[in-house]
Nanobody
């Protein structure tokens, strides 16, 4: 499974960005998509995830109300919509996909995309 992510960039505080995360899973089923982020000198932290079967979105407290996740079934792609961005949101964002079959699922990671928020 190849995970491709895009959409990072530079934005002023208060602005918005949308990250995309797609997977070429072939016959594998996508069970979930999520994002972690890592700022310089900090540990990687959970941001948000989407459960594909229930469409339930989970977000970290630090981004609740500002970030959300949606998906496009036809494109097998999920999107992290980030609104009201703050300088502390600056980080490399890594998406992952949970894919597999009814017996086995695995987590696959994207290459990461930089998000920079300037005040």
């Amino acid at each position: 499974v190849q995970v491709t992510e895009s959409g990072g960039g530079f934005v002023l505080a208060g602005g918005s960005l949308r990250l995309s995360c797609g997977d070429s899973g072939g016959t594998l089923r996508t069970y979930g998509t999520g994002w972690f982020r890592q700022a310089p000198g900090k540990e990687r932290e959970f941001v948000a995830r989407l459960n594909w079967s229930s469409d339930v979105v989970y977000t970290a407290n630090s981004v609740e109300g500002r970030f959300t996740v949606s998906r496009d079934n036809a494109e097998n792609t999920a999107y992290l919509q980030m609104n009201d961005l703050k300088p502390e949101d600056t980080a490399v964002y890594y998406c992952y996909v949970i894919a597999g079959d009814d017996v086995t699922q695995r987590q696959y990671w994207g290459q990461g995309t930089q998000v920079t928020v300037s005040s």
